[in-house]
């Protein structure tokens, strides 16, 4: 899960990405509000499911199919008070 999340992230990072997170506001945006964190790991999903030059063994992101993908936003929001702005790091 935590692979596929931090792809998921990493692409959002690219400016030719839909949602883009720029900064440490940005991510704390997408860490703590669902509909954009779940856009944001759709559209990892779709980057990788598109590069098959790079990603030739997609079976590690069955994770951000739309089952599952809830379930790691679930985890993400029951947590999300716990997620402290000052304490992300942004590179």
Avoid: H
């Amino acid at each position: 899960m935590a692979f596929a999340v931090e792809i998921a992230l990493a692409v959002a990072r690219k400016d030719t990405s839909t949602i883009q997170i720029k900064n440490k506001q940005d991510l704390y945006q997408v860490l703590t509000n669902r509909e954009m964190f779940d856009m944001v790991l759709e559209q990892g999903l779709d980057y990788v499911l598109s590069d098959k030059e790079t990603f030739d063994d997609t079976s590690r992101f069955e994770q951000l199919q739309k089952d599952n993908r809830g379930k790691i936003v679930n985890y993400f929001m029951t947590i999300k008070d716990k997620i402290k702005l000052e304490e992300l790091r942004f590179y």
